[in-house]
């Protein structure tokens, strides 16, 4: 999944300025994309580490480090939230404005949780049964 979150990075990085050119209907389409997305692999990713992963990181790297983690991933289930209510109004400029922010915190999020993934080890699947 970390390469595929880069690519989706690198597009929100390059979508993100150019919303306020967009049509009303193409500011909803990309944000219905970027929110599947947020929900159905990032999230899910999160979760399905918290749940495999975590407790053996916690015994091969520490608790400081899960702890850090379990936080961030915490950090941007919130940030996913305020995309999911920042998307339910109307696209005015102000929510447009609005969206752009929210969307750049999320990518700078995803960038910092990655480099502490990185930071913490090769982390492994955490779907991946067979290392268990």
């Known amino acids: 999944m970390d390469h595929q979150l880069l690519v ?6 390059v979508v993100t300025p150019a919303l306020p ?3 009303p209907g193409e500011v909803r389409s990309h944000l219905d994309q970027v929110r599947g997305f947020l929900h159905d692999e990032v999230l ?5 580490e918290e749940l495999a992963l975590f407790p053996v990181l ?5 608790p400081r480090v899960v702890a850090r ?8 289930r919130l940030a996913v939230a305020e995309l999911d209510a920042v998307a339910a109004r109307p696209m005015t400029g102000a ?3 609005r969206t752009q922010a929210v ?3 999320i990518e700078a ?5 990655l480099a502490h993934e990185v930071a913490a080890g090769d982390l492994p699947d955490p779907n991946d049964t067979s290392r268990t």
């Open 44 to 48: 899910a990713h999160a979760s399905a």
């Open 21 to 23: 050119e967009l049509s």
């Open 95 to 97: 929510q447009v404005r």
């Open 69 to 76: 983690l379990a936080v961030e991933h915490d950090t941007v």
């Open 103 to 105: 969307l750049l915190g």
């Open 8 to 13: 989706r990075l690198d597009d929100l990085a």
């Open 58 to 62: 916690e015994r091969t790297a520490g």
């Open 109 to 113: 999020l995803l960038h910092g949780h």
